[in-house]
């Protein structure tokens, strides 16, 4: 019956009634459940607990995304960095040739040159894609993340409010029907 409490459960002898006045204290009028009282200030300390672990929840999520980012942008320069290397090597390659049968076959070289650079862009741009859809799915997951930790405030939240209605509602109904029963004893 923790946290309940029924009206046959008032008793005006009951030792628990002396410490009515204390505002911070949920009152348990059985005294078998003396231990399982909780004050105000635990309750917020376990509130506080909560939010602590969420916002470090938070905080790892956060952490994990912005490694995986900085993974993906350390792969990106290192793509480029190749890029630029297989570019300088291909430049070299089509100049080398171009110098040999340059009188013979300049349309060759032209052609060539053609297919290198749309080879390039098409590299480049299909690199800027798949970059782009990894950034985007990091991106959306921090998101997920943020929602989801704005959730569980929200729930958080209000779950405090209607622990604390629900329990300020059952300490003001013992608080009156005690003085109802000291009054009829007084009479």
């Known amino acids: 019956m923790t946290g309940e409490i029924q009206d046959s459960e008032v008793i005006t002898s009951n030792p628990n009634l002396a410490n009515t006045s204390d505002d911070n204290a949920i009152i348990n009028l059985n005294s078998y459940d003396q231990s399982n009282n909780i004050s105000r200030g635990q309750l917020q300390e376990i509130l506080n607990t909560v939010m602590q672990a969420i916002s470090a929840e938070s905080a790892k999520h956060t952490a994990e995304s912005a490694k995986q980012i ?38 060759l070289a032209k052609s060539l040159t053609a297919k290198f650079e749309a080879a390039h862009n098409k590299i480049r741009e ?9 950034i985007l799915i990091v991106s959306e997951r921090i998101e997920n993340v943020r929602k989801d930790n704005e959730n569980e405030v ?3 939240s209000s779950t405090t409010d209607e622990v604390y209605a629900s329990v300020s509602e059952k300490t003001d109904t013992v608080v009156t029907q005690t003085s109802e029963a000291m009054v009829q004893i007084r009479e």
Do not use: M, P
């Open 126 to 134: 299909d690199f800027e894609v798949r970059l782009n859809s990894e």
């Open 70 to 107: 900085a993974t993906l942008q350390e792969e990106s320069k290192k793509q480029t960095a190749l890029l630029k290397t297989e570019t300088a090597k291909l430049t070299s390659a089509v100049e080398g040739l171009r110098s040999e049968i340059k009188k013979e076959n300049e349309s």
């Open 154 to 156: 929200i729930e958080l």
